[in-house]
């Protein structure tokens, strides 16, 4: 009986500290935007009184007037400064802190082995692969998996003197080099999973093997007679 009390204190006291804990980032950034705002208005008031008749300076409306530019003012500021700290300042510390990266043996290599997937199989670099594909390389019967490029028949296409597309090989697990191929249409064939898939199973090294629902023969010959 006498152990309810104390833990009935303990819950209050837990919530009261739990709520003081979500209320004190509130307060101090209520309190320093009104410092700001204060400082703002304090600072440039003059100049901004200075200019204005004297019939306008005793008019109460005035004085609200200044508050509410004065806040705006300080809204473009902070906003300004947060810009400034994503953008440059972010940018800044992000170069520092790969020379110190650059500058680690061993580390170094890694993070550039890293570097120049990421910046290959980026977001702009992806699309420059429309599709993947099922090549034979090195060799017949062996099969590579690669990515389409282009169908473009341009010079070097052309002079083969039949219809090739532009294949890229890449190896395994470091993507970043590989071979440029340009096959005849009938030995390259293309594959419905994706490039993202298809970057994932070459990075592996092949452990990783996206899903596949195999298409069911049966249906697809009740489909054609229907």
Do not use: C, H
Request: charged content about 15%.
């Amino acid at each position: 009986m006498p152990a309810r009390p104390s833990r009935s204190i303990a819950t209050l006291r837990t919530a009261f500290f739990s709520g003081l804990l979500l209320l004190a980032p509130l307060v101090v950034t209520v309190w320093a935007f009104t410092k700001i705002i204060d400082l703002v208005g304090g600072t440039f008031r003059p100049l901004f009184f200075f200019y204005m008749p004297e019939w306008l300076l005793s008019s109460p409306r005035l004085a609200i007037v200044w508050d509410i530019l004065a806040t705006i003012i300080v809204v473009l500021l902070v906003t300004l400064l947060g810009f400034l700290s994503r953008y440059v300042f972010g940018k800044y510390f992000l170069e520092v802190g790969e020379r110190v990266i650059q500058g680690i043996p061993g580390v170094s290599a890694v993070y550039n082995t890293v570097k120049q997937i990421v910046d290959t199989f980026g977001t702009q670099n992806r699309n420059l692969f429309s599709k993947v594909v099922l090549v034979q390389y090195p060799r017949r019967e062996v099969w590579t998996l690669g990515f389409l490029t282009s169908k473009a028949q341009a010079e070097a296409q052309t002079r083969t003197g039949q219809e090739v597309w532009t294949v890229f090989v890449p190896t395994s697990p470091n993507p970043t080099s590989g071979f440029l191929l340009m096959l005849p249409r009938a030995e390259v064939t293309e594959l419905e999973m994706t490039v993202g898939d298809g970057m994932k199973m070459v990075i592996s090294g092949g452990a990783v093997v996206p899903p596949w629902n195999k298409p069911d023969p049966a249906r697809k010959i009740a489909a054609t007679e229907t």
